[in-house]
């Protein structure tokens, strides 16, 4: 009889995760960050062997629904594909999924790990701006952004925008790759076509170099692809980059919002997110904002969004300006 293993308390989730359904689960995995994510589909894959005596010990009450899906145990990749997609869409659970997929079945870049980010741009450097891209994609946001700042400078731009326009990624790509690889390391790696990169993508690599690589690359990305950059400088600033303001700066931000704009915007926010841009307001002023969202009933998130854009776009706007300043002196950095 096999020795029943001890799960760590991921591991542990991770099992309750494969018992539940994929809307279910979806669910959950929409309340995790990405790291939470990332380290919880790892543990899935890790559990996915998991004996009906290890589901019992880990949580009695589910043992019964554990034995009616057995199947868990054999091939969990549709299962927590499914999940992914359905909890973060396909581009994000491609991109998710391309850095967690044990080796059998990943696009075999994993031993870049072992690589100085210095080391895995002298790889590319030399290669077709869709090689880099491929690669920059496999690699954790902050190795990536790492990577990108050792690029010679004048490939940066359209490395950075293959990357926002990635889409499925062509086995010849993975192979050019492996073959770089095998001849630094000597391993091998199956062909896969994988749906890779988007504009988040590129933003979290672009948001993770130096602020100087910001404003040499963007300006030059938008006389390359405007739409693309445009996308981009999007992705890099959304509502919940404005609870970085200090006081000062929410303070002024707020006093050109729209009072309806403003209710509609933090209607589908947390009590703290909202506790925090009401502080920055006269108390009679917050009062009148609470007492107007109380009274509203229910409203569709497609327009609770919509005002949080709109409230960015100002924003954005602002600080271009010189009327309002993000941490880190935003505004010297902005590009038109």
């Not at 594909?81 to 967690?100: K, Y």
């Not at 004048?154 to 490395?159: E, F, H, S």
Request: charge should be negative; include cysteine; aromatic fraction near 4%.
């Amino acid at each position: 009889m096999n020795a029943i293993r001890s799960f760590s308390g991921v591991e542990r989730a991770a099992v309750l995760m494969m018992l539940v359904g994929e809307e279910e689960a979806a669910a959950i995995l929409q309340k995790l960050d990405p790291d939470e994510v990332r380290d919880l589909g790892r543990a899935m894959f890790a559990v996915a062997d998991v004996s009906e005596a290890e589901v019992d010990q880990v949580l009695d009450d589910f043992v019964f629904k554990a034995r009616e899906r057995s199947q868990v145990r054999f091939d969990p990749a549709p299962q927590i594909e499914g999940m992914m997609t359905r909890a973060l869409g396909p581009d994000r659970a491609g991109s998710v999924l391309a850095r967690i997929m044990p080796p059998r079945a990943a696009s075999g870049l994993e031993q870049l790990a072992w690589f100085e980010p210095e080391e895995i741009a002298a790889m590319v450097e030399s290669e077709h701006p869709q090689i880099a891209a491929v690669l920059l994609v496999n690699l954790d946001a902050d190795v990536a952004a790492k990577v990108f700042e050792h690029l010679p400078e004048t490939v940066q731009p359209q490395i950075l925008r293959r990357v926002a326009k990635l889409g499925p990624v062509p086995p010849e790509a993975l192979d050019t790759l492996r073959t770089m690889l095998e001849a630094r390391s000597g391993t091998a790696a199956r062909p896969a076509g994988l749906q890779l990169g988007g504009t988040r993508e590129a933003a979290r690599i672009l948001s993770g170099a130096r602020k100087s690589v910001e404003a040499r690359v963007m300006p030059k990305l938008a006389k390359i692809d405007r739409e693309v950059a445009r996308a981009i400088e999007e992705a890099m600033f959304v509502f919940d980059h404005l609870l970085e303001l200090d006081d000062k700066n929410l303070s002024a931000l707020i006093r050109n919002v729209d009072g309806e704009l403003l209710v509609k915007a933090l209607k589908g926010v947390e009590e703290a997110v909202r506790v925090r841009f009401l502080s920055c307001m006269s108390s009679r002023a917050a009062d009148g904002i609470r007492d107007e969202m109380e009274s509203r009933g229910p409203m569709k998130l497609a327009e609770v969004l919509d005002a949080q854009k709109q409230i960015v776009t100002l924003a954005r706007a602002m600080v271009k300006d010189g009327s309002l300043m993000m941490p880190g002196g935003g505004g010297e950095d902005e590009y038109v």
